[in-house]
């Protein structure tokens, strides 16, 4: 109930205000333009609440950061070209944290936390990737559920090897491919590369996560 009084109340409250504005222009030759921004604005205010009903609203603050982050990146870039040295690592310092908490916010959506993350960003003025991220690597854990207590168990070991058969029809084992076997990533990994790959716009074969668990 609260919701839709909330509603009704900004969609009055805007109404008033576009009309004081309305009347404030006159006959302005600009007023035709300011009509079409306030009934935008208006549209925004009436389906808001829809949005919030299939969570569009949290697409829409995740699509509106990545667009902040890339505009973070040429302002960055602008800003590095013109710096000596010595400015240009304090910038580097303050843009490597300012991932890692991103970073740390992607992860905590999957209900998991950041050990530490590797970042290695291009500072060669000349190349046209100047200030972009050219390789990540994340170590992630579990975030555990304070309303539930957690009991460590030891258990032994399980290692279940990958055995072939070779020519004669016996039973061999193969080390190479369990190797394999134990590097392939979860899906949670995969999912959180993906995740990383869009939001920076960066290859996912530049991203390593590793997902340690508790």
């Known amino acids: 109930m609260n919701e839709i009084y909330e509603w009704v109340r900004n969609i009055v409250i805007y109404l008033i205000l576009n009309t004081i504005i309305m009347n404030l222009l006159g006959n302005s030759s600009y007023k035709k333009y300011v009509s079409i921004i306030s009934g935008m604005i208006l549209l925004l205010i009436v389906v808001s ?4 009903l299939i969570n569009m609203d949290e697409i829409l603050d995740y699509y509106l950061n990545t667009n902040i982050y890339q505009t973070d990146v040429s302002d960055f870039q602008n800003e590095l070209r013109i710096m000596e ?3 240009k690592e304090a910038v580097f310092a303050g843009f490597t944290e300012r991932i890692k908490d991103q970073v740390a916010d992607i ?3 999957d209900n998991l936390y950041l050990y530490d993350v590797d970042v290695v960003i291009n500072q060669d ?3 046209g990737s100047f200030g972009e991220i050219i390789s990540l690597t994340v170590n992630a854990g579990y975030l555990e559920d304070e309303a539930i207590p957690v009991q460590m168990i030891d258990i032994d070991k399980i290692v279940i090897s990958n055995i072939k058969k070779d020519k004669s029809g016996d039973y061999i084992n193969d080390e ?5 076997m134990q590097n392939l ?3 949670q990994e995969i999912h959180i590369k ?10 996912q074969d530049n991203i390593n996560i590793s997902i340690k668990e508790g």
């Open 49 to 52: 609440p829809f949005l919030k």
């Open 85 to 87: 040295d010595k400015q």
């Open 107 to 109: 992860l905590q959506d």
């Open 125 to 127: 003025t000349e190349s």
């Open 176 to 180: 190479y491919g369990e190797k394999a």
């Open 185 to 187: 990533p979860s899906p």
């Open 194 to 203: 993906k995740r990383l790959s869009d939001f920076y716009n960066m290859k």
